[in-house]
């Protein structure tokens, strides 16, 4: 073996300890961060036209949920509001969840709230909102991040007319 031969086994050696460290300290910060996958969605369970928006714990660790809200077209819309309808009468909204905020989603857990395509639909009304506006659920944590769906078209005209056909 010539002189140069030592150093460089020694310095390969080297170069494959550091990358099994940091790979070993990735996977640890990956175990031990919090994930949130949010959804926000329309279906429709006995005749109900519902948005569903769900908060699923992908990650190894609960998280406290601090509340959520509806986006509307980047503005936030409380879900929680009084209403006010065409009889004059007015209703707080209370959705359809096993949330109770604040709610600490465990690891594997997930967590829906159930709004009804009329509540929806008066909600954006209300706030002077007309056509199709896109929806972004999301919820916030004891952390101060916000967790975001995917935004989705909502017609309110078409809602409107579906709830009159089945009502």
């Known amino acids: ?7 460089v086994i020694a310095l390969i050696i080297s170069i494959g300890g550091l990358i099994i460290s940091l ?16 959804n926000l969605w329309t279906s429709t369970e006995n005749d109900e036209r519902m948005v569903k928006l769900s908060a ?10 601090l509340k959520c809200e ?11 509001k009084w209403l ?9 909204i209370k959705p359809k969840t096993n ?4 709610y600490s989603l465990k690891e ?10 009329l509540q929806i639909t008066s909600i954006l009304e209300y706030n002077g ?14 952390q101060n991040k916000i967790h975001e769906s995917k935004s989705i078209d909502f017609d309110i005209e078409k809602a409107k007319e579906h709830i009159k056909k089945n009502h």
């Open 1 to 7: 073996m010539d002189e140069l031969t030592i150093p």
């Open 23 to 38: 790979a070993s300290i990735l996977y640890t910060w990956n175990q031990n961060r919090r994930r949130i996958e949010v």
């Open 56 to 65: 699923f714990n992908a990650g190894y660790r609960s998280v406290a949920l």
């Open 70 to 80: 509806l986006l509307v077209n980047n503005e936030i819309v409380e879900i929680k």
């Open 84 to 92: 006010n309808y065409e009889d004059g009468s007015s209703r707080l």
């Open 99 to 102: 949330l109770k905020f604040p």
């Open 108 to 117: 594997g857990a997930i967590g829906i709230i159930c709004l009804d395509m």
């Open 129 to 142: 909102y007309s056509g199709i506006v896109k929806l972004v659920g999301y919820f916030e944590t004891a």
